[in-house]
């Protein structure tokens, strides 16, 4: 058998066939990045970043998380070392990541669009490739909106709550100079968030003043969410998106939302059910919205936030301390969406698990909700987070393509607030080629590359720029 060595230009490609179809049909692909975390201003201001640490480290939990299990200090992760004593550190850790994804996608990134291919990151290697790499930062091509273009990122959707301003967003929609479209994208969790009022109380005040709504009433706050809704509508939104445990999806009346909202609204903790009302209601009337504009919703489901109390309390969220749920699923899943199809309210929809075991579980509710008004109106989400990995992009794709159907799929997302995930696009193609063209290979597909290649031209990007109806460059 012959050996393939690690990273070259067919990393993954296990067959002739693979090899083909992202070859031919996959790699130059434009990327179109439908959901992500990236900081609007610093597109805006075109950032430049001052080092590897600073593009690279900074607020990337995936690699603290690698580097607490290495034994690192919390120093030289979050903590005041140097970026150069970090980076360090980082590349200390990376030997001990094989077999984890970080190992791939380290070397994916430094690769593109570094170019740096010839050696592997460790301590022996460090030195070289930080200062190869700030060589290149300090340069035009290597700017936010220089790495985008190297990339070929044709669009992406941030990730936005209702309270912004979207000045940032203004500006990049006026700035003829930069051919890359930014678009903000709808999260509106703060407001599900009623356990604690006086967090929430001061939340709803926030809303309240950008929308120009004294909320006194829950009628009130519809009105106010439905304002900035417009709003966002009219900067070019065109998706929400919501993180959950699961769906929320209690029966109620209207009195009973009106009852709890006066509770948490003059300071007082509603107790579970209550809590669990609220939110039903809630985001029932923002699916309602969303319907009703025509935008897409997207729900992220089963993360369990913040499980290190002390840790979270130090550093706060998003710092690595979230894991993979046990929540059930099904059932308010299906109460919800059903709720919303009865009264001819159910938007285009994606659904994202973080828990492997559901797989089967949300690309059978999803074929449950089709109705042949669009190609792919119920979209089984890629595989998200603690999935975003050969193994999960692979079970992701076979649930998909056994329960429902692998040729109406939107494709790949970085969910990143990293201007070098974009590497994240080519291991998913690169994994989506393998998958097909070893199937061509044994006989279970046809070995016809057109037919293949068109697909997965399709799932790379023409699906969900059909899917969104955004405006962007045809490709293929």
């Known amino acids: 058998m012959t050996r393939s060595p690690f990273l070259s230009e067919d990393f993954l490609l296990q067959t002739e066939a693979a090899r083909r179809l992202y070859h031919e049909y996959a790699e130059a692909m434009p990327i179109l990045d439908y959901h992500c975390h990236l900081p609007v201003k610093e597109i805006a201001g075109d950032r430049r970043f001052a080092n590897l640490t600073e593009i690279w480290l900074n607020g990337d939990h995936y690699k603290w998380r690698a580097m607490r299990a290495a034994g690192v200090d919390e120093r030289f992760i979050t903590g005041d070392a140097t970026d150069w004593e970090k980076f360090v550190k980082w590349a200390e850790t990376v030997p001990k990541t094989l077999r984890n994804p970080l190992y791939h996608w380290t070397h994916l990134e430094l690769k593109r669009p570094f170019g740096i291919s010839d050696r592997l990151l460790d301590p022996g290697t460090a030195r070289g490739i930080w200062d190869e790499c700030n060589a290149k930062l300090a340069t035009p091509a290597f700017s936010a909106r220089g790495i985008m273009k190297q990339m070929r990122v044709v669009l992406v959707c941030t990730t936005d709550d209702p309270t912004d301003s979207l000045e940032w967003h203004r500006a990049l929609a006026a700035d003829t100079s930069f051919d890359v479209t930014v678009l903000p994208a709808w999260r509106p969790d703060k407001v599900l968030a009623a356990d604690d009022p006086a967090q929430w109380n001061l939340y709803v005040d926030r809303l309240g003043a950008a929308a120009d709504v004294d909320i006194r009433s829950f009628d009130s706050l519809l009105e106010a969410l439905q304002r900035r809704h417009d709003y966002f509508h009219a900067n070019g939104c065109r998706l929400s998106d919501h993180g959950l445990e699961n769906m929320p999806a209690a029966d109620y009346t209207d009195r009973q939302v009106r009852s709890i909202f006066d509770k948490v609204r003059s300071g007082r903790a509603p107790g579970r059910d209550e809590s669990l009302v609220l939110r ?63 009264n001819g309210l159910l938007a285009k929809t994606i659904l994202y698990n973080l828990n492997p075991r559901d797989n089967e579980l949300l690309a059978a509710i999803c074929g449950c909700f089709q109705d042949g008004s669009a190609p792919g109106k119920m979209q089984f989400g890629a595989a998200w987070w603690f999935l975003d990995q050969k193994d999960g992009i692979e079970r992701h794709l076979d649930a998909l393509s056994s329960i429902g159907l692998l040729g109406t799929f939107v494709g790949m997302l970085t969910d990143s607030r990293s201007f070098l995930s974009y590497a994240r696009h080519e291991y998913f193609r690169r994994i989506l080629c393998n998958v097909l063209g070893r199937e061509m290979t044994d006989g279970l597909l046809p070995d016809d590359m057109s037919l293949v290649g068109e697909l997965v031209k399709d799932i790379c990007y023409r699906n969900a720029a059909r899917y969104f109806g955004f405006a962007v460059p045809p490709a293929g």
């Open 280 to 342: 039903s209601a809630l985001l029932y009337e923002m699916a309602v919205m969303d319907a009703k504009r025509g935008w897409v919703q997207q729900f992220h489901l089963g993360a369990m936030r913040g499980v290190n109390s002390r840790m979270l309390s130090r550093l706060g969220p998003d710092t690595g301390y979230d894991a993979i749920g046990d929540f059930e699923q099904g059932r308010p899943l299906a109460r919800f969406l059903d709720r919303l199809e009865r």
